[in-house]
């Protein structure tokens, strides 16, 4: 059982690019509506922000990280105050290279 857990693990946790730490807060447009949240981790192809409120898979989001170019996505998923992200675009800019189409 105990393998079973962690190859269940290894593949919900499999992602294109290694996730970077955050501890700043960015501030997410929902709806038109913006909310000032704590970025929890971020890579080139998406990040988790804490957001308490109920958010659709599929919902578009623009989060606006310090001085950067907005980074627009979907929500691919909402539970336990978190909130994860997918951008539209490789968001290199992010982490310190350019943005490239992610197509």
């Known amino acids: ?29 929902i709806a038109g509506q913006d909310f000032r949240v704590p970025l929890l981790d971020i890579s080139p192809s998406g ?3 804490g957001f308490d409120r109920p958010v659709e898979p599929g919902e578009t ?22 909130v994860g992200i997918g951008f539209d675009a490789v968001a290199a800019s992010v982490l310190g290279g350019k943005t490239t189409n992610n197509d």
């Open 47 to 49: 990040a988790m922000v």
């Open 61 to 82: 989001v623009i989060i606006h990280v310090l001085d950067r170019e907005p980074l627009r996505g979907q929500v691919r998923w909402s539970r336990d105050g978190h």
């Open 1 to 29: 059982m105990k393998r079973w857990v962690e190859a269940l693990k290894r593949l919900v946790d499999a992602r294109r690019e290694p996730r970077r730490a955050a501890t700043q807060h960015v501030t997410l447009t």
